[in-house]
């Protein structure tokens, strides 16, 4: 979409009543017969604008896509809609490299979607896969603050969507009582000796998915019962994610944790750490009492050993 169809978009949408087409001209600096061939461009691509003698008003919006997306995003972001990817975080890699920055690129679908540890993640057709490239002015060791942040932003959104989700360290987001998984979040940089370079946070929502696509142990915001609007939850969850202060993420993440205060096994680099889960420190580390004291846990693989 040009930049001057989404401006036209945006001011249509945030007017309370129909907009002239001589407003619009006078606002995009282009002649009304413009006006008329971009709104019926937009027409095209699913856009529901009615016009009447008081001007353009728009009543719907395409269910899913980039356009979708863009209007009423109130984050900062462009972004970059495939119909299918191999994998949403590896284009945001490329246009990192290329100097890009806050762009999310969304994928219809993935057909080499991964998680942590390289697994395979599951990525059929009704699901949320976006992938936020951004650039924070923070050193490479506060990098796992964002995974944080973003299983904060996506907890938010399925709770907004009417599912009650939390969070398993460090960034699975699942649902409240089984604890079957909602979501996956991979987070990738390069940085240099004081500074992020770039960042990309991958997130896998499973929004409108049927149960029949998910493996046992996953389920979705629409098996949950919760409202699987696909465009209004990947809005919600790069907003809530673009608001986020890093130091305010803690107390958000706490707020919705389901490991705390589980025993837990971690597996991690340098042995099994097993214990219970006490608490959760910047950037992201995760504190075990274990038989022999406290052992602060900064990257592996949790199991909760039992029951909530």
């Known amino acids: 979409m040009t930049t001057t169809r989404r401006r036209l978009l945006r001011v249509i949408a945030d007017a309370d009543g129909p907009v002239s087409g001589p407003a619009l001209a006078e606002e995009l600096d282009v002649s009304r017969a413009a006006v008329w061939k971009h709104v ?117 959104a399925c709770r907004e969507a009417g599912v009650d989700a939390v969070i398993k360290w460090p960034n699975d987001v699942l649902l409240a009582g089984d604890e079957r998984k909602l979501a996956g979040i991979l987070t990738e940089m390069e940085g240099e000796a004081d500074r992020i370079s770039w960042l990309i946070v991958g ?37 809530e994610f673009h608001a986020l202060d890093p130091e305010d993420v803690l107390p958000a993440w706490r707020d919705h944790a389901v490991t705390l205060g589980r025993a837990v096994r971690v597996d991690t680099p340098g042995g099994v750490v097993e214990g219970e889960a006490v608490d959760v420190r910047f950037p992201g580390a995760l504190v075990v009492q274990t038989d022999d004291g406290e052992r602060v846990v900064h990257a592996g693989d949790c199991e909760h050993l039992r029951p909530a």
């Open 40 to 156: 019926e461009a937009l027409r095209e691509a699913g856009f529901g604008i009615e016009s009447d003698t008081d001007g353009y008003a728009l009543h719907s919006v395409p269910a899913y896509g980039g356009d979708a997306i863009a209007v009423g995003l109130d984050a900062p972001y462009s972004v970059e809609y495939h119909d299918r990817l191999p994998s949403t975080n590896d284009r945001a890699r490329e246009l990192a490299v290329e100097g890009a920055s806050d762009v999310l690129v969304v994928a219809g679908e993935q057909t080499g979607g991964r998680g942590r540890l390289d697994r395979a993640w599951a990525s059929p057709p009704g699901g949320v896969y976006a992938s936020l490239l951004c650039r924070p002015d923070r050193p490479p060791a506060h990098a796992p603050i964002f995974t944080l942040a973003a299983a904060v932003a996506v907890t938010r």
């Open 203 to 239: 997130i896998g929502a499973n929004v409108d998915v049927a149960a029949a696509d998910l493996p046992e142990t996953a389920t979705s915001v629409r098996e949950a019962g919760g409202t699987a609007d696909r465009r209004r939850f990947c809005q919600r969850m790069v907003e």
